[in-house]
């Protein structure tokens, strides 16, 4: 009896063992922002890069979401990917400057991609990429211009916009649209004052009662379409404009599989941008093209722009929510901010220190003469 008990004992001591040593690992790791891979917009747009990469070449991938949105919880969820054998991790949005600052040094040989931001301390105190990490950043001015100019040309006159947190790339995104705005309408010769924009940051990338409040009360002041620019933000706008038959511009990737309100995405190449970084590391072996240093996508890597095909109907018009406006027209701009002979303003000097712009700033650092630009509190 005794010696069965020992035996028992011993296999009880040794399933754990084995369990530990069997455990799946995961190869590329991508840490969630605020939201999950089915946000339509951030995540799901690096998701589906890290997916698409990932399952062409057969390597173990997962993503994980952090249980608060703070710099602790995002290093907690790298600590945790790394413990589960990642050797690429993929963080999307600039909230994870501070704690890929920290892990980038704590885990040398993982290789980490951080999308929309540049590691960096909480206080700001400094700021580091080092050669294990690749920043990815894209031109939003010129995804933003891109929209502008084809809501004017479409015919709008009444245009909003709703940022989330001004923040750079939300910044770069509606100054590249009030820019895109005027360029199209100095070319149709209108006057002064023909196209209104109510320009809005709601200070926060949430789907929200309040959030959907602040677009319908855009949409019945007399609103055409609105440029929703804050992640879950245009959920809240889409409801608005379905109530009031209404438009609605996307973000970041496109979305209108999302609701049919979306005429046109200012969208990033948030996936094409991963699997570059990927293949660098796994198929070229030039990873130092991104590493240490900050790498813009943009019109001529063709990391910025509007959608063109229509996802599962290879004959579909990517451009049949709009009035008039084609593929054509469009073709025609994108060469310009591909070639360098349109290039909008990314930054502004703004007095406030949470960099909420007035109509005075906007207007006269963006060279505005067509637009009345009107500043939403």
Known sequence: MKKLLAVLLAA????????????KEYEIALITDKG??????????????????AEANSISHKYYKP?????????AAIDLAVESGAKVVVCP???????????QTKYPEVK???????????????????????????????????????????????????????????????????????????????AAGDITVKYHYTGNFDESDINKA?????????????????????????????????KVIGVDVDQRYESETVITSATKGLAASVQAVLKSIYETNDFATY?????YFNAANNGVGLPTTVIGDENGNAFDRFNTFTVEAYNEIFA???????????????????????????????GLTIIAVECVQ
């Not at 009880?12 to 455990?23: D, H, K, R, S």
């Not at 999950?36 to 990469?53: H, P, R, T």
């Not at 249980?67 to 290093?75: G, M």
């Not at 990815?136 to 709703?162: C, H, N, P, T, W």
């Open 67 to 75: 249980e608060d949105a703070t710099d602790e919880a995002y290093l």
């Open 214 to 246: 602040t677009a319908a009360a855009m949409y019945e002041s007399g609103i055409e379409v609105i440029f929703a620019c804050g992640g879950s933000v245009g959920k809240s706008v889409m409801s608005a404009a379905n109530e009031a038959g209404k």
């Open 93 to 103: 949005g600039f909230l994870f400057e501070p704690s890929v600052y920290e892990a």
């Open 336 to 366: 310009k901010l591909a070639d360098g002979s349109v290039s909008p303003v990314r930054e502004l000097q703004i007095a406030n220190a949470e960099g909420y712009a007035t109509a005075e700033e906007l207007t006269n650092g963006l």
């Open 36 to 53: 999950n891979i089915d946000d339509k917009s951030f995540n799901q747009g690096a998701w589906e890069g890290v997916v698409a990469y």
């Open 112 to 190: 980490f991609i951080i999308l929309d931001g540049a590691p960096r301390t909480a206080d700001y105190s400094d700021a580091k990429t080092a050669e294990n990490t690749a920043s990815i950043k894209y031109a939003e001015e010129q995804s933003g211009y891109l929209v502008g100019y084809a809501a004017v040309k479409d015919g709008y006159r009444a245009l909003g916009f709703m940022g989330g947190m001004a923040v750079p790339a939300v910044q770069a995104f509606g100054y590249g649209y009030l820019q895109g705005i005027e360029a199209a309408a100095a070319e149709l010769g209108l």
């Open 291 to 295: 590493a240490g240093k900050t790498t």
């Open 12 to 23: 009880l001591m040794i399933v754990p063992f084995l369990t530990a040593c069997g455990a």
